[in-house]
């Protein structure tokens, strides 16, 4: 009951940036787990795709808001962002492409999350 309590006391004071963190981390390590079992473990690949679409949906409905505070441009390029997770997501689940850039977008984001500055490529 306290560790539940905990929990729910976490959840209410947490910084949404720090939200959204722990979302995209959950998403990644389940996209990295289907990553190393790969296509033959179907369930496990559907089951990653679907929290990271769902993650991305939510992301995108966020970022059309009006009153959602980010710059107009970041929020344009979220969204296109979120379609593109969409799009590559069924190609990833018919075995046409590899998860592995899910996986780069999601720790792309996490940096930013965690104010850290892009690798210069």
Request: hydrophobic content about 40%.
């Amino acid at each position: 009951m306290s560790h539940e309590a905990y929990q729910q006391a976490q959840k209410q004071t947490s910084a949404p940036r720090d939200t959204e963190y722990r979302a995209f981390a959950k998403a990644t390590r389940a996209l990295m787990k289907a990553a190393e079992a790969g296509h033959g473990d179907l369930k496990l690949m559907i089951d990653a795709i679907h929290i990271n679409r769902t993650l991305w949906g939510a992301l995108a409905n966020d970022c059309a808001d009006p009153a959602n505070q980010l710059p107009e441009g970041t929020r344009a390029r979220i969204i296109s962002l979120s379609r593109w997770v969409t799009s590559y997501s069924s190609d990833v689940m018919r075995a046409r492409e590899s998860v592995e850039p899910l996986i780069d977008i999601n720790r792309i984001m996490m940096d930013g999350l965690a104010g850290k500055a892009p690798m210069a490529s």
